[in-house]
Nanobody, 122 residues
């Protein structure tokens, strides 16, 4: 069983930056990928970014490409650096782990954190 704990959320103004962290309670080597998802009020949860634990492969949703950066310390923590934030980035952000090398859908992830809120004011 892997427990994931997100931190770093909070209110930020449009144009600002925030860094989210996701710490895993244990590093299970069958979990190859870490991902960030988000769920805005009244919307379905959507993929944001993914990274291999080694940190050498990253991929992003088009909506955040060029503004967000996902990284891994190749130990037990994954980060999401969010720059140039927009009001439409307002959501609860979740991290998750997958046994796949590349994973972009909820169904491909098997452990989830509780989420951290990121409200972006205009």
């Amino acid at each position: 069983q892997v427990q994931l704990i997100e931190s770093g959320g909070g209110l930020v103004q449009a144009g600002g930056s925030l860094r989210l962290s996701c710490a895993a309670s244990t590093r299970t080597y069958s979990q190859y990928t870490m991902g960030w998802f988000r769920q805005a009020p009244g919307k379905e949860r959507e993929f944001v970014a993914g990274v291999k634990w080694s940190g050498d492969s990253t991929y992003y949703a088009d909506s955040v490409k060029g503004r967000f950066t996902i990284s891994s310390n190749n130990a037990n923590t994954v980060y999401l650096q969010m720059n140039s934030l927009k009001p439409e980035d307002t959501a609860v952000y979740y991290c998750a782990t997958s046994q796949l090398w590349v994973a972009k859908t909820e169904q491909q992830y098997n452990y989830w954190g509780q989420g951290t809120q990121v409200p972006v004011s205009s």
